[in-house]
C-alpha cells in the first residue's frame, strides 16, 4: 500500500487511473509501467492537505495508523517535516524544495540515513539568481521585482537580487485565500516584474496567477513549465512531471526492498528555458538572441 500525499491539489484531482492533477498521474503512470497497476498489485492511498498545513500531522497519523507500506510526499517544506514527525520506520520518498542536506532533512545526500529519500526541485537561490538574470535580459526596465511564493528564508534572495541590482518586494503567499491581497500588494509597491516561486498553493493557483501578470503586463518568470502553457512569459527550472515520475521509479525500488537510508537523494541536473513569443509580443518585448540562443524552446 503506497500513500500520495500532497499539499494544496484538491483530492479528486488525484483520484482515478487518469488523474486530472499532472504530477499525480505522472506518478501513477510512473508506477504503472513498473507493473505496479492498482486495484490489482497495488492500493494507493490519496490525500491532500488542501492548502492547509494544520491538516498535515493528522493525514499522516491517519496514513501511520493504517500500515502504509511507502509515503510519497509531493513537496512543501511543512508537509515532508509532518511526515518525518509522524514516522521513523516506514519509508518516506519527498520532493523536497532544493537541498535536503542544507535543510536539515538528512544527514548528506549520498547516504540520507534514515527512512527518508527523494529528489529535489530546485538549486534554491543559485536558481533564482539566472532566472533573474534572464528576466532582466528580457525585460532591461526591470528594477522592482516581486517574489511570489511561501514562506522561506527571504535573506538569500535579498543577496542574489542585490547581485542583479533589482530591489526585492517579498509577497508571501501560504494559502489560497491570500492571493487578493497579495495581488493588491504587488500593485501597491509598484513591482515591475515578478517571480513566482516554487510552492504547492502557487501550482494549483498557476492559471490565476498568469492571468493576473497578464492584466496587468507584467513580465514573470516562473518555475513550472505549466505556466508557459497556460499563456505566461517565461519558464526556467527542471520540469516537475519528470519529477514526479522519478518518484514512482524511487517507490519501485523501495517497494522491492531498498531502504531509503541507501538511496542517495537526486539533485537537478537537467534545467529548461522556455519562452513565450505570444506573451513576449503582448507585454512589447523583444527576445533577445542571447536569450534564444539558450532557449530549449520558444512557443508561437
Known amino acids: 500500500m503506497v500513500a500520495l500525499v500532497f499539499g494544496a491539489t484538491p483530492l479528486p484531482e488525484m483520484a482515478g487511473p487518469e488523474p486530472n492533477s499532472l504530477p499525480a498521474r505522472a506518478f501513477v503512470h510512473a508506477l504503472r509501467e513498473l507493473d505496479w497497476v492498482e486495484g490489482r498489485t497495488i492500493v494507493i492511498e490519496r490525500r491532500s492537505a488542501e492548502g492547509q498545513s494544520e491538516r498535515a500531522s493528522a493525514i499522516f497519523a491517519e496514513l501511520v495508523a493504517r500500515g502504509v507500506d511507502v509515503i510519497a510526499v509531493g513537496g512543501a517544506p511543512w508537509l515532508v517535516q509532518a511526515a518525518q514527525q509522524a514516522t521513523r520506520t516506514i519509508p518516506i520518498v519527498a520532493l523536497f524544495d532544493y537541498d535536503p542536506e542544507a535543510e536539515g532533512y538528512v544527514t548528506s545526500l549520498a547516504r540520507p540515513g534514515g527512512n527518508l529519500t527523494g529528489l529535489a526541485l530546485t538549486t534554491g537561490h543559485e536558481?533564482?539568481?539566472?532566472?533573474?538574470?534572464?528576466?532582466?535580459?528580457?525585460?532591461?526596465?526591470?528594477?522592482?521585482?516581486?517574489?511570489?511564493?511561501?514562506?522561506?528564508?527571504?535573506?538569500?534572495?535579498?543577496?542574489?537580487?542585490?547581485?542583479?541590482?533589482?530591489?526585492?518586494?517579498?509577497?508571501?503567499?501560504?494559502?489560497?485565500?491570500?492571493?487578493?491581497?497579495?495581488?493588491?500588494?504587488?500593485?501597491?509597491?509598484?513591482?515591475?516584474?515578478?517571480?513566482?516561486?516554487?510552492?504547492?498553493?502557487?501550482?494549483?493557483?498557476?492559471?490565476?496567477?498568469?492571468?493576473?501578470?497578464?492584466?496587468?503586463?507584467?513580465?514573470?518568470?516562473?518555475?513550472?513549465?505549466?505556466?508557459?502553457?497556460?499563456?505566461?512569459?517565461?519558464?526556467?527550472?527542471?520540469?516537475?512531471?519528470?519529477?514526479?515520475?522519478?518518484?514512482?521509479?524511487?517507490?519501485?525500488?523501495?517497494?522491492k526492498g531498498a531502504k531509503p537510508a541507501d538511496l542517495p537523494d537526486q539533485q537537478p541536473s537537467k534545467f529548461d528555458l522556455v519562452i513565450n513569443l505570444k506573451t513576449a509580443k503582448a507585454l512589447g518585448l523583444g527576445i533577445p538572441q542571447s536569450i534564444l540562443l539558450r532557449a530549449s524552446e520558444v512557443i508561437e
Open 127 to 255: 536558481l533564482v539568481g539566472i532566472q533573474l538574470q534572464f528576466l532582466k535580459e528580457l525585460a532591461p526596465q526591470t528594477r522592482r521585482v516581486a517574489f511570489l511564493g511561501p514562506r522561506q528564508d527571504w535573506q538569500r534572495y535579498l543577496d542574489v537580487a542585490k547581485a542583479v541590482q533589482v530591489t526585492l518586494v517579498v509577497i508571501e503567499v501560504e494559502r489560497p485565500e491570500q492571493y487578493g491581497e497579495a495581488f493588491a500588494t504587488i500593485l501597491k509597491e509598484r513591482a515591475d516584474a515578478l517571480v513566482v516561486l516554487w510552492g504547492p498553493v502557487v501550482y494549483v493557483h498557476l492559471p490565476r496567477i498568469v492571468a493576473f501578470a497578464s492584466d496587468n503586463l507584467l513580465p514573470a518568470v516562473y518555475g513550472f513549465r505549466e505556466a508557459i502553457e497556460a499563456g505566461g512569459l517565461m519558464f526556467y527550472g527542471s520540469a516537475l512531471l519528470d519529477l514526479f515520475r522519478q518518484m514512482g521509479g524511487l517507490v519501485d525500488r523501495v517497494l
